[in-house]
């Protein structure tokens, strides 16, 4: 197999002006135009309003490349364009190759006729995605109306780009395109493999470390009928026969016997153990250690494989449908976030930036992410990253928010659409689940078309979801959960999962959306809740990346500009004002804004998590952010964690003491999701604002159950000995494992904090420095509460953050700059101009807790 890698410097044509400047590919229109200097930064103040022509223009992409010899020896050359962005036409050397109309569909094109040897040009002709969408709402028989948001491209759900492109109310709308991810050449004598795919079973009686089955599928592209020579080899188990492959494409199907493989485990259960299987296919006599031909005359693959057991538990109970991921036997707590695309502008989807924000996921304790509806299937290096980090995946399809159309050309070029990810897909141990859109399900109900006709509507979406997507994953992937929609009850099950907790996935809005109080999340029992959130600002670091000096101001034009949710800066502030004391100025306001949105996340995952088994997934929206600017995210856009990341460390933890406040009574719990029972001692004390025990109200032993939530405590606040403004409950847990004591900690203010007598904590700080880096070392004379340190000017985060530190506590809290904290290539990321020492730490530290904030 030869292969020519296509990325690199490109051209790129406005058709308008004929006007030509450099553009990188891998990569976008937008990011190449604010490269060139002809535009400028589309997230800084409100520039974004000012470049939406861009997505109304035609631009052509193009580049020169040599054909080696090499290649030009071999009998096939394909072109292969992994994501094409979107309406499209691709030449070489003056002649048309194929079009392209779905972004999610890889492009593919037997060029062998066309090269020639030397000097060849390939051409991509991008037309106007918001023209395209108009012009096919033009010729629609009735409307198939989509969700607006505050800047919108119309019509976005009749062209299959990715939704969120258009607008969203947590991002901007930026119609730009462009070809992403892998771009290439691939020349071979005969058969090709397109997609290698396994099903990977325990045999029956050989035990738990007994030997596997493995079921493989192999995509074929060949161009002829043939007898081919196939190799194989996976974990110690090999196979080299000869087969016989159709013209055309077809499936080859072998089977392999692997002894004794470990298991792959999601994070925080064992092992990621991945083992890679090599396949190559070639004319007869071209593989194997006894091949005769020229080794370029064969196609190689490789794929990686883990060994495990997975499905998704939605058997019938006393409560409704559970919906449990179950995996080598073991019930999962399903612990995480949903992820939306790494950035608006696709250049800066990189490997580096995957790393970084799914580290700081599983980081945070997190074994799950869901791939929203509204983005885009990710890059193979997202998925492969997830099986290496133990993230299981809950995969969406590529509907969001809207109704979408039947057509006969819409449904096929659907239906080709799945069939290439599940096929690309299929083979991550990650995957957990398919689901057929992002609250397409519910849409139906929101629009006054489809509610004055109600029919029609149903039938469109049956004849996607059911017809098309969720028959071709059924065929494809059988062994895999197929659920129909989030929010949803599963097949043929219409349930309200808005507002029933008792059947399948639920998403849970009413606290943000309804502004109802933190409370209200202890009002509901979901099987599985799949998205819910609260907002916050960003830091001041961020704030200021984004918004010029007179604008560092939240209810400023640039301020409300990167604010898409039409009431969400009212909504953050009118929820601060109900819970705290009015904050003295914008950074305490910012900081505010962090402290009520890790409170809100913590209410409902500590509640639900104490609800095991009944409820087993707790995903809050949203992991990351595509620009600057408030959102619902846990980290800011340049990878930094907000407040909310460093509490989801802590509210995921495996073993965790937990404490609310429900039908006016204390109550506290322990969870443990190990797999092995503790023994525990559990200590509530009762204390004032300066630190004293206003009454040691429990101290006892427990025995907290493996894979449970075990109720330790509870009393009526009003029986309490103070006044719930007066003091505080501090609880503390300390667990026995395998000789070791791991204590938890939690404190729970009984009234809202603005009630409460908090007294000034006396911060103290010192900074040193040792061989593994730099520390602050902090105290407290009196409890402070969600402690957080700023390093202003310089670059980076400290290990914890939002914590409380206790009266007379000491914590010595590491600083992580630059590209420690988040990675080197994430947006926003500055290198220290020069080296952070002690002295510039010291210098820069700024403190805040609750009771700094507001005097």
Not at 402 to 419: D, G, I, N, W
Not at 725 to 744: C, K, M, N, Q, Y
Not at 772 to 786: M, Q, R, T, W
Request: glycine share 8%; net charge negative.
């Amino acid at each position: 197999m030869v292969r020519i890698d296509l990325a690199g410097t490109w051209r790129l044509e406005r058709l308008s002006d004929h006007s030509v400047r450099p553009m990188a590919a891998p990569g976008d229109i937008m990011s190449a135009l604010v490269a060139s200097g002809e535009i400028p930064d589309p997230y800084y103040d409100r520039e974004e309003l000012g470049l939406q022509w861009i997505g109304r223009e035609d631009w052509r992409l193009y580049r020169s490349f040599d054909a080696t010899e090499r290649l030009l020896k071999r009998r096939r050359v394909r072109l292969e364009i992994d994501s094409v962005d979107t309406i499209a036409e691709i030449s070489l050397n003056g002649r048309i190759v194929g079009a392209s109309d779905n972004m999610f569909l890889r492009f593919s094109a037997d060029v062998t006729e066309l090269l020639r040897p030397g000097e060849n040009e390939l051409s991509v002709t991008l037309r106007s995605p918001e023209r395209a969408a108009a012009d096919r709402a033009g010729r629609l028989r009735y409307p198939v109306p989509a969700s607006v948001y505050p800047v919108s491209s119309p019509h976005r759900n009749l062209v299959r780009k990715a939704q969120c492109m258009g607008g969203w109310d947590w991002g901007p709308c930026l119609m730009t395109g462009g070809l992403y991810d892998g771009i290439r050449l691939v020349g071979a004598d005969g058969p090709m493999i397109d997609y290698v795919r396994y099903a990977a079973t325990p045999e029956a009686g050989s035990g738990r470390d007994g030997a596997w089955t493995v079921e493989l599928a192999i995509d074929i592209d060949s161009p002829e009928a043939a007898e081919a020579s196939l190799s194989l080899s996976l974990a110690g188990a090999s196979l080299e026969k000869t087969v016989a492959v159709d013209a055309g494409r077809s499936v080859l199907r072998e089977r392999l016997r692997v002894e004794s493989p470990e298991r792959w485990w999601p994070a925080g259960y064992g092992d990621q153990r991945l083992y890679e299987l090599a396949a190559e296919i070639g004319p007869a006599g071209s593989t194997g250690p006894a091949a005769t031909t020229d080794p370029d005359a064969s196609y190689n693959a490789s794929i990686r494989v883990g060994f495990r057991e997975l499905h998704v538990d939605t058997t019938e109970d006393a409560h409704g449908k559970p919906m449990t991921f179950v995996v080598n036997g073991r019930p999962v707590f399903a612990k995480g976030a949903n992820w939306i695309p790494a950035d608006a502008l696709p250049s800066r989807w990189t490997r580096a930036r995957y790393e970084s924000l799914l580290r700081s996921a599983a980081e945070a304790n997190m074994n799950c992410v869901r791939v929203w509806g509204g983005g885009r299937y990710e890059s193979d290096a997202f998925y492969e990253l997830c099986d290496e980090l133990g993230l299981l995946v809950w995969q969406d399809c590529m509907f969001s928010c809207a109704l979408y159309p039947s057509s006969k050309e819409f449904l096929s070029s659907v239906e080709a659409e799945t069939r290439h990810q599940v096929r690309r897909l299929a083979s991550h141990p990650s995957l957990a689940l398919w689901c057929g859109n992002n609250e397409a399900l519910g849409a139906i109900t929101w629009y006054d078309e489809s509610r004055n006709s109600p029919a029609r509507y149903i039938v469109d979406y049956d004849r996607l979801t059911e017809g098309t997507v969720g028959r071709v994953i059924r065929e494809l992937d059988p062994g895999r959960t197929w659920w129909p929609s989030s929010p949803s009850a599963g097949p043929d099950d219409f349930a309200d999962n808005w507002h029933s907790d008792s059947r399948g996935d639920m998403h849970y809005w009413s606290v943000w959306h309804e502004g109802r109080p933190f409370s209200d999340y202890l009002s509901v029992r979901p099987r599985f809740c799949s998205e819910f959130g609260f907002q916050s600002f960003p830091s001041y670091r961020t704030v200021a990346s984004f918004a010029p000096d007179g604008e560092r101001n939240v209810s400023s034009p640039t301020m409300e500009h990167h604010q898409r949710h039409p009431r969400g800066n009212a909504l953050i502030v009118e929820t601060m004002l109900r819970y705290f004391r009015m904050p003295r100025g914008l950074r305490e306001t910012l900081y505010l804004s962090q402290v009520q949105q890790a409170m809100a996340i913590k209410t409902a995952v500590e509640y639900w998590r104490c609800n095991r088994p009944r409820c087993m997934g707790a995903l809050y929206w949203q992991l990351n952010d595509v620009w600057p600017g408030a959102s619902w995210s846990s980290l800011e856009y340049d990878g930094s964690w907000k407040l909310l990341h460093h509490e989801a460390k802590r509210f995921f933890d495996p073993l965790i003491a937990a404490a609310f406040v429900r039908d006016g009574s204390v109550q506290v719990y322990a969870v443990n999701d190990g797999a092995e029972a503790l023994e525990a001692e559990a200590r509530l004390t009762l204390r004032r604002f300066d630190g004293s025990a206003a009454a040691e109200l429990a101290t006892f032993d427990a025995v907290l159950g493996a894979e449970a939530a075990t109720p330790l405590w509870s009393a009526p606040v009003a029986g309490l000995p103070t006044s719930p403004g007066e003091a505080f409950l501090d609880v503390e847990l300390s667990a026995r494992r395998a000789g070791r004591v791991e204590t938890r900690r939690t404190a729970l203010f009984l009234t809202e904090p603005k009630a409460c007598a908090v007294r000034d904590a006396g911060i103290r700080t010192n900074v040193d420095a040792d061989a593994e880096g730099l520390f602050v070392v902090i105290s407290a004379e009196a409890p402070a509460f969600y402690v957080a340190l700023e390093a202003d000017g310089l670059p980076g985060r400290f290990s914890d953050a939002g914590f409380h530190l206790a009266a007379g506590e000491t914590r010595r809290l590491r600083f992580l700059p630059g590209a420690e904290a988040t990675s080197d290539e994430a947006p926003g990321a500055v290198a220290p101009d020069q080296p952070v020492t002690a002295d510039r730490l010291s210098a820069s530290l700024r403190v805040m807790d609750l009771r700094s904030s507001y005097e």
